[in-house]
């Protein structure tokens, strides 16, 4: 059982530690001329305006976890659709992919017992105004 992992584990190794050398090989090899221009921030051409330590509304962090949450969610519709012509078949797929068993209604009505669940999840943080910016 170990044995099906080492090839993982290897080349786990072989990515880290072709990291850390060329890390490394650019710290010893990489030119080292600092200057007063190279070290002041740069934002996107412009001279930086105010103070970098500014605070961020709760609201900008409650919008982008619930972003994350609901863009992951939606994420999960590619794999059911790759997958449903074998879960809305009750029986064998041949090698065209056409069903030779009867058609079944679960592969549907598992994604729409899921979108039920996220429509509902949405609705109820639309309403309570999580998405809203002021």
Known sequence: MAASYLPALVFIIFAVGFGCLMLGLTMVLGPKRTSAIKDEPFECGSEPIGSPRVKFSVKFYQVAILFLVFDIEVAFLYPWASLFRELSCSGVLDAAGVCTGTPSLFGLVEMLVFLVILVVA?????????????
């Open 122 to 134: 949405l609705a109820y943080v639309w309403r309570k105004r999580a998405l809203d910016w002021a």
